[in-house]
């Protein structure tokens, strides 16, 4: 297979590309119910086209354009593009391509990215892109056929846990928060951990209260060993009263031994009361630190990101 069996689509697909959506959809929704399909952090995953927006890209609407394989049964699958060359890329939207079941998946999809690829170099952009935020079972299979074709991708995971009581292991640490350090101290501590400029710290601290509900003075918390620093943990609640871990951090001389399991049940021991779930994200590339949430009761709920390929023109 290659991207010579793919053709743009046009609105005379609009019938077999709706069909294949509405499929698509049931299979989806059959694993993750539509309350489901949104994150604990109240975002909106990408973009699942209603009818008129399929029958805008089917009519190469405003940039949009799609791309289809025709196989035995009929269409195997759709991609759906836009055009942006005010930024020089082409952008690969609505979480596509979207394969029938009765395709192979990743023959069919690979064909659509190589169609979409070979059409963005032939205008003359500078990079194609998609962006992911759904369940495993419906990101996984796209990420890794892009990955197949060379796109480049940074995905994190969305974990979530009810588990608010943990036991913080053998290590013994003693803890001081922002209200009893003080801010600026509190910063000073941050930056320290995380070997960046207190100013650096700063911001990123503000930036955490401009969106979450914290209260610095129970929410960020330093911890010490030996009269040292060794970590901070901040926490926080969204205005749906969802738990947030912020930001968990050991100093790199004090890692591996147990005390980021300490600060994460001292962070999570200051949400308990606010709220009855916890959610946190991390790099999809560091296992280490998806296997140390998972120890401590959190599951992968969602994955998301950007996944770009870089176009050098001939």
Same mark, same amino acid.
């Given at each position: 297979?290659?991207?010579?069996?793919?053709?743009?689509?046009?609105?005379?697909?609009?019938?077999?590309?709706?069909?294949?959506?509405?499929?698509?959809?049931?299979?989806?929704?059959?694993?993750?119910?539509?309350?489901?399909?949104?994150?604990?952090?109240?975002?909106?995953?990408?973009?699942?086209?209603?009818?008129?927006?399929?029958?805008?890209?089917?009519?190469?609407?405003?940039?949009?354009?799609?791309?289809?394989?025709?196989?035995?049964?009929?269409?195997?699958?759709?991609?759906?593009?836009?055009?942006?060359?005010?930024?020089?890329?082409?952008?690969?939207?609505?979480?596509?391509?979207?394969?029938?079941?009765?395709?192979?998946?990743? %023959?069919?999809?690979?064909?659509? @990215?190589?169609? $979409?690829?070979? #059409?963005?170099?032939?205008?003359? *952009?500078?990079? +194609? &892109?998609?962006?992911?935020?759904?369940?495993?079972?419906?990101?996984?299979?796209?990420?890794?056929?892009?990955?197949?074709?060379?796109?480049?991708?940074?995905?994190?995971?969305?974990?979530?846990?009810?588990?608010?009581?943990?036991?913080?292991?053998?290590?013994?640490?003693?803890?001081?928060?922002?209200?009893?350090?003080?801010?600026?101290?509190?910063?000073?501590?941050?930056?320290?951990?995380?070997?960046?400029?207190?100013?650096?710290?700063?911001?990123?601290?503000?930036?955490?209260?401009?969106?979450?509900?914290?209260?610095?003075?129970?929410?960020?918390?330093?911890?010490?060993?030996? %009269?040292?620093?060794?970590?901070? @943990?901040?926490? $926080?609640?969204? #205005?749906?009263?969802?738990?947030? *871990?912020?930001? +968990? &951090?050991?100093?790199?001389?004090?890692?591996?031994?147990?005390?980021?399991?300490?600060?994460?049940?001292?962070?999570?021991?200051?949400?308990?009361?606010?709220?009855?779930?916890?959610?946190?994200?991390?790099?999809?590339?560091?296992?280490?630190?998806?296997?140390?949430?998972?120890?401590?009761?959190?599951?992968?709920?969602?994955?998301?990101?950007?996944?770009?390929?870089?176009?050098?023109?001939?």
């Amino acid at each position: 297979m290659n991207a010579s069996e793919a053709e743009i689509a046009t609105l005379k697909d609009y019938k077999s590309a709706a069909t294949l959506r509405a499929e698509w959809l049931d299979r989806a929704t059959a694993n993750h119910p539509a309350p489901q399909r949104w994150c604990w952090a109240a975002c909106r995953l990408p973009q699942i086209e209603d009818e008129h927006e399929l029958l805008l890209y089917l009519a190469a609407r405003d940039g949009r354009w799609a791309a289809k394989v025709e196989g035995p049964r009929g269409l195997s699958g759709y991609v759906l593009c836009r055009t942006n060359e005010t930024q020089g890329e082409a952008v690969i939207e609505g979480q596509t391509p979207r394969v029938s079941q009765h395709a192979d998946f990743a %023959g069919t999809a690979g064909m659509l @990215v190589d169609f $979409a690829t070979q #059409r963005a170099r032939q205008d003359g *952009l500078k990079r +194609i &892109r998609a962006e992911f935020h759904g369940a495993a079972d419906e990101v996984d299979p796209l990420v890794s056929v892009y990955g197949d074709h060379g796109f480049e991708h940074g995905i994190r995971c969305e974990m979530v846990s009810d588990q608010l009581d943990i036991h913080p292991g053998s290590k013994e640490l003693g803890f001081r928060s922002a209200g009893e350090l003080g801010l600026e101290a509190f910063y000073d501590a941050d930056a320290l951990v995380r070997n960046e400029r207190t100013e650096d710290a700063r911001q990123d601290c503000e930036t955490s209260r401009r969106i979450w509900c914290v209260d610095p003075s129970t929410d960020w918390i330093a911890a010490y060993a030996g %009269g040292a620093v060794v970590g901070t @943990v901040r926490v $926080a609640v969204t #205005r749906t009263a969802l738990g947030v *871990l912020d930001n +968990i &951090r050991v100093a790199e001389s004090h890692r591996r031994r147990g005390f980021g399991r300490c600060l994460l049940a001292r962070g999570l021991s200051a949400l308990a009361g606010r709220t009855d779930v916890v959610w946190t994200d991390t790099d999809d590339d560091h296992p280490g630190a998806r296997r140390f949430y998972e120890k401590a009761g959190f599951r992968v709920r969602h994955r998301h990101g950007g996944i770009s390929l870089e176009l050098v023109q001939s």
